[in-house]
């Protein structure tokens, strides 16, 4: 997995983190770390591009809803969510990281375990950084 940031300008200062590679067991807890790190430097809004990640485990998933926790300033313990999704309850928290432009097998792991619901996922990337 390969970590890389950018920043763009919209309303607000967006960072896109662009991921490349299978997310899963063996670097989830380098995307916490990696998000942590741009949280804690400042970053408040982040687009997580996902164009380049051809495979997601469960392990890249909780490690999606930990970097929302991050961003909405809830302590994690480790590598696991402090918490587990709640759509309705995260709805505000959620606003701060959303996802752009996932692979078609990604696309539909987030279909069928229910996250298309609690993230923004966005296929053009001026109308993602004008989202937030």
Do not use: C, W
Request: charged share 20%; aromatic share 6%; hydrophobic share 45%.
């Amino acid at each position: 997995m390969q970590i890389d940031f950018s920043k763009r300008e919209g309303r607000v200062p967006v960072t896109i983190m662009h991921l490349s590679g299978d997310l899963d067991a063996s670097n989830y807890t380098e995307v916490i770390a990696q998000a942590q790190a741009v949280f804690s430097e400042g970053t408040r809004d982040l687009l997580i591009d996902m164009s380049r990640v051809p495979y997601v485990s469960s392990a890249g998933l909780m490690s999606l809803h930990a970097v929302v926790l991050i961003f909405a300033g809830i302590s994690r313990e480790g590598g696991s969510s402090s918490r587990a999704i709640n759509i309705e309850r995260d709805g505000a928290v959620r606003q701060h990281v959303k996802l752009i432009n996932p692979q078609a097998a990604v696309d539909q792991v987030l279909e069928v375990v229910g996250l298309k619901q609690f993230f923004e996922v966005h296929t053009d990337l001026e109308t993602a950084i004008m989202s937030f």
